[in-house]
């Protein structure tokens, strides 16, 4: 059974930081590309950022400078690392990992940025 699991949301000021984790099972982890979303209420679900299992690394304009996206094979978790929060990055965070036509979402955790 594949499981992924994110950890770490909450409520931030602007300006904050958080980092998000998502630890996986039931899938070889390593051979994965790993990504964060973000629904934000009435939108669409949009990539924030993804990591290839060799370490390649692609984010969406509003996150480049601000959010850094990581792995840990050893520990089957991907990590978004986000600085500078604002408003607008307000939303609910999914996991996605991808592979060979195989994709696995996270159950979503919320991420509130408000003073």
């Known amino acids: 059974q594949v499981q992924l699991v994110e950890s770490g949301g909450g409520l931030v000021q602007p300006g904050g930081s958080l980092r998000l984790s998502c630890t996986a099972s039931g899938i070889i982890f390593q051979l994965y590309t790993m990504g964060w979303y973000r629904q934000a209420p009435g939108n669409q679900r949009r990539s924030v950022a993804d990591?290839?299992?060799?370490?390649?690394?692609e984010y969406s304009e509003s996150a480049k400078g601000r959010f850094t996206i990581s792995r840990d094979n050893a520990k089957n978790t991907v990590y978004l690392q986000m600085n500078s929060l604002r408003p607008e990055d307000t939303g609910v965070y999914y996991c996605r990992g991808y592979c060979s036509g195989d994709v696995n979402w996270g159950q979503g955790i919320q991420v509130t940025v408000s003073s």
């Open positions: 990591i290839t299992r060799t370490g390649y690394t």
